[in-house]
């Protein structure tokens, strides 16, 4: 496999013995930011890559909140995606940029050297289910009192994993999060939505990660003539609505059949899936804006 490593394409071999050892500061801190991107192979047969714009905007947003001043600019992270993806022959892939602490010396004040790795590994589906049977997690999402939930930062991710292995524990496919004021927040790498009659309600809280994938189902909404509106739900509320469904660049749309004993319909999860699918795979010509395309 060949991955982009400081400004050059290597054996991942060669740039794992350069980027990373036991003493690695991001290693036993968690000091990293990074992104989840997708390309797909489009109708036309070429590859593309979605709102890249919009994640590599997220990474430097991320990088800047653990101090980090990137070396390259967007432009040359965003052709970096690029090339990992044609460099491996890949189509529908998913892409990893990221960017983090490399000091080599114990010690949490020890952030005085920075790499940069982007990767891409062949992807399908996250949750490969059609529907998703969901745990109403005893873990909490991050508050901004602790950190900032807007950055994708590597160390915010351990309670995501855990959340996770809870809900694989108990025979669930994911696990949703409370925030701390016990709001309904997002999943463990994933944001929420419930549908009730022609109204998507996307959970509000401050505690989220506000995903790109949130942002587009908010713009095509209208579309398949839903309106929307954010909200604060609390856990009694979960069965007033008709449907609920995850939304992320890995989970694409999954509808949501089960929260905890509470059931869902999916029927119209399921329209709004089919065209993000559509959308992400370049078959709607006004949204083709978003998909940069790998020559
Ligand atoms: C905690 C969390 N929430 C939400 C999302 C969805 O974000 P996006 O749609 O930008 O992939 C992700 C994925 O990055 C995530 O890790």
Same mark, same amino acid.
């Given at each position: 496999m060949k991955v982009w490593f400081n400004g050059k394409i290597k054996n991942i071999e060669d740039a794992s013995k350069?980027? %990373? !050892? /036991?003493? =690695?500061?991001? /290693?036993?801190?968690g000091t990293g930011a990074f992104e989840g991107i997708r390309s797909y192979e489009l109708v036309n047969g070429k590859v593309g890559i979605f709102r890249l714009k919009d994640h590599i905007d997220r990474l430097f947003y991320s990088s800047e909140y653990l101090n980090i001043t990137l070396k390259y600019s967007k432009k040359e992270i965003i052709d970096a995606c690029k090339e990992v993806v044609k460099e491996n022959n890949l +189509?529908?892939? #998913?892409?990893?940029?990221?960017? #983090? #602490?490399?000091s080599q010396k114990i010690g949490l004040g020890n952030n005085d050297e920075v790499n940069i790795v982007v990767f891409a590994i062949p992807f399908d589906k996250y949750i490969n289910k059609k529907h998703a049977k969901v745990m109403l997690s005893s873990y909490k999402r991050i508050s901004p009192l602790i950190s900032n939930p807007k950055a994708k930062i590597t160390g915010h991710y351990i309670i995501s994993s855990l959340a996770t292995?809870?809900?694989? +524990?108990? !025979?669930?496919? @994911?696990?949703?999060?409370?925030?701390? @004021?016990g709001r309904i927040a997002e999943g463990a790498g994933e944001n929420i939505a419930f549908i009730k009659d022609n109204e998507i309600i996307f959970?509000?809280?401050?505690?989220?990660?506000?995903? $790109? =994938?949130? +942002? =587009? %189902?908010?713009?095509?909404?209208?579309?398949?003539?839903?309106?929307? +509106?954010?909200? *604060? $739900? #609390?856990?009694?509320?979960?069965?007033? /609505?008709?449907?609920?469904? /995850?939304?992320?660049?890995?989970?694409e749309i999954i509808?949501?059949?089960? $929260? *905890?004993?509470i059931e869902y319909k999916t029927k119209k999860s399921e329209t709004i899936k089919r065209h993000y699918l559509d959308i992400v795979k370049g078959k709607v010509t006004r949204y083709r804006k978003w998909i940069e395309i790998i020559n």
């Open positions: 350069e980027g %990373i !050892g /036991f003493l =690695t500061h991001a /290693f036993n801190y +189509k529908n892939a #998913y892409i990893r940029p990221i960017v #983090y #602490y490399s292995q809870q809900a694989k +524990k108990h !025979g669930y496919d @994911e696990a949703l999060m409370l925030d701390l @004021e959970a509000k809280s401050d505690s989220i990660l506000e995903g $790109i =994938t949130r +942002k =587009t %189902i908010m713009e095509i909404a209208e579309d398949l003539d839903f309106k929307v +509106k954010e909200e *604060n $739900i #609390y856990p009694h509320q979960l069965d007033l /609505f008709d449907e609920a469904f /995850f939304m992320g660049t890995a989970v509808p949501i059949s089960q $929260i *905890n004993n």
